[in-house]
């Protein structure tokens, strides 16, 4: 099986990660798909990478390191649905000519990486 790489840069206004301890703001800096392509007609597995660059905080506290990067893994079953759920949610009070044109961007995305 071999592996095949689509990436993209990837700009994104700040994104709020919380954890039960502490949040931290976060940008979007680059997206990555790995496929596997099955070499005898088997099927292959994708997974999709975003990274991730942490603003950083005014005052460090203590003497830890600050967290410079952070990544996201999703397979591409997930990524799907969890694009298409944000894809709904973003478009929701938007007008009929903002979701076409969306759709019609979509399509260039697809062929784009295909």
Do not use: F, W
Request: net charge negative; proline share 5%.
């Amino acid at each position: 099986m071999t592996t095949k790489a689509i990436t993209r840069p990837l700009h994104t206004s700040g994104i709020t990660v919380m954890s039960n301890i502490t949040s931290m703001e976060v940008r979007g800096s680059k997206i990555t798909k790995l496929a596997g392509t099955a070499d005898h007609g088997g099927s292959s597995a994708s997974d999709i990478y975003i990274d991730l660059e942490v603003e950083p905080k005014p005052e460090p506290s203590g003497q830890d390191p600050q967290t410079e990067e952070l990544g996201l893994v999703l397979n591409a079953a997930d990524a799907l649905e969890l694009g298409l759920l944000l894809v709904a949610m973003g478009l929701e009070d938007k007008t009929p000519d903002h979701v076409a044109a969306t759709c019609d961007r979509l399509k260039a995305l697809i062929e784009d990486v295909a």
